[in-house]
């Protein structure tokens, strides 16, 4: 029986963007399968788990953090805007609609959808919080446009509520954060580690 990653993370994270195509790859090469979780980092994860939003910050932590993504853009070939015109953004609906694309169409099409957010913040400079928007990236996907609505649905809000439930139950903290067999695993320069244990 294969393994399964519980993959945890927000629509508007940057370090997510640069680890989520490799996720996909790694995921299809273990023969692993994947839950794609969503979560509402900034709202809930972070009051209770001593997280700050970037602009509380401290300026050191803010100006490396600038470095890293500039190192890990250009170690990844995966292009990247600093500082994107849409940023700070809120991720909710972008969550909602990878959850919905989830329930209706699987894991395969919640990856699609989750990877095309992320690049629309931060290599396409769109405004993910924008409905016109994401049912633009439906478009481009060819998923059905009914997914927007659906996202707007109960069951879809449940099971977000539910996914940062989740993440705090699995003592997550940041995002992404991979979580295998009970493992956690944070951050996208982890993995390594995550393909080492879906290989064990």
């Known amino acids: 029986m294969g393994h399964t990653v519980d ?3 927000a629509p508007q994270s940057p370090w997510a963007y640069l680890g989520h195509q490799r996720l996909t790859e790694i995921v299809a090469w273990a023969g692993a399968a994947v839950r794609v979780m969503p979560i509402d980092l900034g709202g809930k994860v972070f009051p209770i788990s001593g997280g700050l939003p970037l602009g509380q910050r401290a300026p050191q932590r803010q100006a490396y953090r600038l470095v ?3 190192r890990f853009s250009e170690h990844l070939n995966a292009p990247l805007n600093l500082k994107p015109k849409y940023f700070p953004v809120g991720g909710d609906d972008a969550a909602r609609l990878i959850i919905a694309a989830d329930l209706a169409q699987g894991p395969a099409a919640a990856m699609q959808v989750a990877g095309a957010v992320l690049a629309a913040c931060w290599a396409q400079e769109r405004n993910i919080a924008d409905d ?6 439906l478009a481009e996907l060819g998923l059905p446009a009914a997914l927007l609505a ?3 649905s109960q069951a879809v809000q449940e099971r977000y509520e539910s996914y940062t ?3 705090i139950d699995a003592g997550v903290f940041g995002a992404p954060s991979y979580v295998v067999d009970g493992e956690i695993f944070w951050g996208q320069d982890r993995l390594d580690f ?3 244990a879906l290989n064990r």
């Open 68 to 70: 890293e993504l500039q």
């Open 7 to 9: 993959y945890y993370f």
């Open 132 to 137: 016109n928007v994401l049912a633009g990236l």
């Open 150 to 152: 659906q996202s707007h």
């Open 165 to 167: 439930q989740s993440a």
């Open 194 to 196: 995550v393909e080492r």
